[in-house]
């Protein structure tokens, strides 16, 4: 592999990891204290690698589901299937950082650690694309909005699911306590795609305003 190739690949992944890494940093510095860097890195690496994986697997399962089948069907995809297969994927790992959540912020910040791993995979692949015939003013403006709007809807939507499954699992309570706030991420994922998708420049301020709401509720939840 020569220089600019390296130079290449690492270019790429800056522009699309870094600005989920600010927006860790960010919520971090909310919190008085918190989880520590390895479960912290841990739900990072959780949400850019196995929960794209599992989301992929779940939305390629649904039956009768073709994107190229019809509008309807391109609408259903990006609106209701896959908030709930990605807002479900994503927060699973918090099993895994069970014993690191003592405080139900823990969850919160954990949650959206995993969301903003995810969010950064899919930067990178919407940046591919978006360079795909060579537009680099396409390429930018996808990084910017990504890495503002994107990352932020995905913090904060499985922001709330991990406030749910900390506040179950500190009270002893049952996981399916969990279901009202992981269908409060879906849909406000599926709302925020709604919007986005919606070709105006209004509705994208719209989706834009939104996650930056929700991520702000976020970060006032971890002080």
């Known amino acids: 592999m020569d220089i600019e190739t ?3 690949i690492i270019f790429f992944l800056l522009v ?6 600010l927006w860790i940093v960010w919520l971090v510095r909310k919190a ?3 989880p520590g860097f390895a479960s912290i890195l841990g739900m ?15 939305e390629a399962l649904a039956p009768g589901f073709s994107p190229w089948k019809s509008t309807s069907s391109t609408f259903f995809m990006v609106v209701v299937l896959a ?8 927060p699973l790992g918090l099993k895994l950082s069970e014993s690191n959540i003592i405080r139900v912020r823990d969850g919160i910040i954990l949650g959206a650690t995993a969301g903003l ?46 406030r749910g499954f900390a506040w179950a699992n500190l009270n002893g309570r049952s996981v399916l306590v969990v279901i009202p706030f992981f269908l409060l991420a ?19 301020m719209g989706a834009v305003l939104l996650a930056l709401t929700a991520v702000s509720h976020t970060g006032y939840s971890v002080r």
């Open 6 to 8: 390296v130079k290449t």
């Open 16 to 21: 699309a990891f870094l600005p989920s890494v």
């Open 32 to 34: 008085s204290d918190g």
């Open 44 to 58: 990072f690496i959780w949400g850019a690698v196995f929960a794209v994986i599992i989301a992929i697997i779940l």
């Open 83 to 90: 908030p709930l297969a990605e807002e479900f994927a994503k």
């Open 117 to 162: 791993g995810f969010a950064a995979t899919e930067n990178l692949l919407y940046g591919q694309a978006a360079l795909a015939d060579g537009n680099w003013t396409a390429f930018w403006a996808t990084a910017v909005l990504r890495g503002i709007a994107a990352c932020a809807l995905h913090a904060s939507a499985t922001a709330i699911t991990g």
């Open 186 to 204: 879906a849909f406000l994922h599926g709302l925020y795609n709604y919007l986005a998708i919606q070709g105006t420049l209004l509705a994208l």
